[in-house]
């Protein structure tokens, strides 16, 4: 029996918008999402499921979240990785949030305190606990 897709997203992607960003993703509509070079980011990439949502995040420029993404293939070899130690997603274009929600705003929020996007700045996949996206997409207009 397959798991019905979780619809809230529960995971974070970072990427900088000068080499990849919102608007590539959406003319591309499915990308991988591969170059990931961190253990820890690599993990949370593999617990990913087919369905989960995802906040796509524009970092050092811009610092904001802008969309939604959806993974659309399970973690499998990163096709940019010579070592065979990388693994990607697939991803999928969803939508863009109503109003970016800045870092800034995060910091400022109560709610979000722990939210591993101030806790490890410089990770970038992460995991979002119900409760953190839920004021997330709150704060997006989203609620």
């Known amino acids: ?21 919102w608007d590539q993703q959406v003319a591309n509509g499915v990308e991988p999402w591969s170059g990931v070079r961190s253990f820890q980011a690599a993990n949370y990439m ?15 420029i811009g610092k904001e979240i802008v969309g939604i993404v959806e993974v659309v293939r399970n973690a499998y070899q990163d096709p940019t990785d010579d070592t065979g130690r990388w693994v990607c997603v697939d991803v999928k274009t969803v939508k863009k949030l109503p109003n970016p929600v800045t870092l800034a705003a995060i910091k400022a ?8 996007l101030i806790r490890q700045s410089r990770l970038s996949v992460m995991p979002i606990s119900p409760e953190h996206s ?10």
């Open 1 to 21: 029996m397959t798991k019905p897709p979780r619809k809230t997203p529960i995971h974070l992607m970072k990427t900088e918008p000068n080499v990849f960003g």
């Open 46 to 60: 593999k617990a990913m499921e087919k369905g989960d949502q995802v906040f796509f995040y524009h970092s050092n």
């Open 109 to 116: 929020e109560p709610r979000l305190e722990g939210i591993p």
């Open 134 to 143: 839920a004021v997330i997409l709150e704060m997006a207009g989203k609620a």
